[in-house]
């Protein structure tokens, strides 16, 4: 059975430092992995996806990458801003359905 | 951008009454899903649908929940008889196919009193 962890489970950085969060998964059959952005009491807004058969994927300052074979994923964000402060999530889909298995998130503080 | 749209943001009922959480999906994606989030816990799939039948459902999925898409843009979840451990974010999302990235609605948070 597939287990999504995150690591840490909380987070606080000053402004302007870079940060990785780190996504391990225990199954390798993965067909794509997806990282969230929650805001408190909201919903979940996707930003990145990684397809299987790719090692990375960017947007603006987010990185994400993809190591399938050791159960990896780690969300690179430069130059961070308070604005940054939200919980952060990665989700796996398998190859052989069609659910989302997720992470616990890990909460991200950014202190101005 | 495309949106998936909720409704209502917040929910409030009483233990053993029918709730119907809504929902709007991207207009050209097929595949459509129900989640839920208990405070303080893991995000849990409840059931896919697809082509107006269920493709896949969790064992959290059982006889007191259905969906269903009663024309073309609405996408529905009604529980039955509710209980106290049914408060939770409930998340609408749908996806342009089976395997494509998700696009998440803002969420029903469900009281049940």
């Known amino acids: 059975k597939q287990e999504v962890t995150q690591i840490p489970a909380a987070l606080s950085v000053p402004e302007g430092e870079n940060l990785v969060l780190n996504c391990s998964f225990t199954?390798?059959?993965?067909?794509?992995l997806q990282w969230f952005r929650q805001d408190p009491g909201k919903g979940l807004t996707s930003l990145l996806l990684?397809?299987?058969s790719q090692r990375e994927q960017t947007s603006g300052r987010l990185n994400a990458s993809l190591d399938k074979s050791s159960g990896r994923s780690t969300l690179y964000i430069a130059a961070s801003q308070p604005g940054d402060s939200a919980t952060y999530l990665c989700?796996?889909?398998?190859?052989?359905?069609?659910?989302?298995?997720w992470g616990a998130g890990t909460k991200l503080i950014i202190k101005p | 951008e495309p949106e998936v749209t909720q409704t209502p943001s917040h929910q409030v009922t009483q233990m053993g009454q029918e709730v119907i959480l809504r929902c709007v999906p991207i207009?050209?994606?097929?595949?459509f899903y129900w989640y839920r989030q208990i405070l303080g816990q893991k995000v849990e799939f409840l059931v896919s649908?697809?082509?107006?039948?269920?493709?896949?459902k969790s064992e959290i999925f059982d006889d007191q929940f259905s969906v269903e898409r009663p024309d073309g843009s609405n996408f529905t979840l009604k529980i039955r008889s509710t209980k106290l451990e049914d408060s939770a974010m409930y998340f609408c999302?749908?996806?342009?196919?089976?395997?494509?990235?998700?696009?998440f609605g803002s969420g029903t948070r469900l009281t049940v009193v």
């Open positions: 999302a749908s996806s342009e196919t089976g395997l494509a990235g998700y696009t």
């Open positions: 207009s050209n994606h097929l595949y």
């Open positions: 649908f697809y082509n107006n039948e269920i493709s896949e």
């Open positions: 199954d390798s059959a993965i067909y794509n």
């Open positions: 990684i397809q299987s």
């Open positions: 989700a796996v889909k398998m190859d052989s359905n069609y659910q989302l298995i």
